[in-house]
């Protein structure tokens, strides 16, 4: 009965989300990052843990609320029977459906996050009705740290907290904010932490430590459109105030 129900309420979530998708345009493909040639672009998901710790903690506010407002019905029933049995529809409704669109929710959210990952940047999105892009560039990170509740532990996940000053570049929202000149990142519910941390950090070293000889002429001309002789020239007067700051 169970299984029934589970790939009932699947193909309702599936036309949902077709529906959905078609309004409001949601794209149905990771974010893109500029990439070099022979660059190589990961792009990854949360965990399906982070799906079934959404819907455990869905399901436990679920019960805490609809049992308090049953217990209010039935007060109400008892102490006055007409008016209980006349808000009864209005009960239900206001039990039933603001917990499928919670549901249905969850779903969306676990669907719409993308985390996009080059030598050079990071990116995160994540929304429905709001679609939200942050992009980080590793050279501007300051700090990598990995958090884990007791319920993410048992669901096998973890997030990661991505800290930069200054550089990074996204909108303002509970999963990016601006905080002065300080900008986080947050990659949510990820069963392999640790790794991705660390190759986070691998690629923040390879980028502080690249120097800035032929790489940052490259980036010149990359992030401006800026022509070779463009970028020679003012690679020449960079070489120039060099040697007068020596």
Do not use: C
Not at 215 to 243: C, F, N
């Amino acid at each position: 009965m169970s299984q029934s129900v589970e790939k009932a309420a699947a193909k309702f979530y599936e036309g949902f989300w077709g529906v959905l998708t078609r309004w409001f345009k949601v794209p149905s493909k990771p974010p893109s990052l500029p990439v070099y040639a022979g660059e190589k672009m990961d792009s990854f998901r949360p965990a399906p843990g982070f799906l079934r710790y959404l819907k455990f903690k869905f399901w436990v506010m679920l019960i805490l609320i609809d049992t308090m407002i049953i217990v209010l019905w039935l007060g109400l029933t008892v102490a006055q029977p007409l008016t209980g049995l006349l808000l009864t529809p209005l009960v239900l409704a206001i039990a039933v459906l603001p917990d499928m669109v919670a549901y249905l929710a969850i779903h969306l959210r676990y669907d719409t996050t993308w985390y996009v990952m080059t030598e050079r940047s990071l990116r995160i999105r994540r929304g429905i009705w709001i679609i939200n892009e942050i992009t980080i560039t590793f050279e501007n990170i300051q700090n990598v740290t990995i958090r884990q509740g007791p319920l993410q532990r048992y669901f096998g996940i973890s997030n990661i907290k991505v800290h930069t000053a200054g550089g990074a570049s996204g909108e303002d929202g509970p999963h990016g904010s601006h905080t002065g000149f300080s900008h986080q990142g947050l990659l949510e519910g990820l069963a392999d932490a640790r790794t991705i941390r660390d190759l986070i950090l691998k690629r923040l070293q390879k980028s502080k430590s690249a120097g800035l000889g032929d790489e940052e002429e490259e980036q010149l001309s990359y992030a401006s459109g800026w022509t070779p002789q463009q970028v020679a020239v003012m690679t020449e007067i960079r070489d120039l105030i060099r040697k007068m700051n020596g």
